[in-house]
């Protein structure tokens, strides 16, 4: 053991600098240009093709509740959803 360690004053360690918190950014899909907020949503099946108990049925219900792409993405649908949906013939946008 060091004799000189016991006597030596501890290293005092810089503060480290705290990050800003930032505000969070709302992050927009390539599909939310294709897709403008105010563009009317139609369910064009009758059935929710979504496997029952699944998140994707859940989110396909709101559909039925009618609006526009703004309203269903405010009720916590995305944009995504809405591009496959699309391209499945299963609702209609615009």
């Known amino acids: 053991m060091n004799p000189d360690a016991a006597t030596t004053p501890p290293v005092d ?5 705290k990050k800003e918190k930032k505000e969070p950014t709302v992050r927009r899909s ?7 907020d105010d563009a009317a949503v139609e ?3 009758e059935k929710n093709p979504k496997k029952e108990g699944s998140k994707a049925h859940e989110r396909f219900k709101l559909y039925k509740k009618g609006g526009t ?12 959803d809405i ?3 699309v391209g499945r013939q299963f609702i209609k946008v615009g």
Do not use: H, R, S
Not at 13 to 17: D, I, L, M, S
């Open 13 to 17: 360690k810089p503060e480290k600098a």
């Open 30 to 36: 390539k599909f939310a240009e294709i897709y403008p």
């Open 43 to 45: 369910v064009l099946v």
């Open 69 to 80: 792409v703004k309203d269903f993405i405010d009720a916590g649908g995305t944009y995504q």
């Open 83 to 85: 591009a496959y949906n």
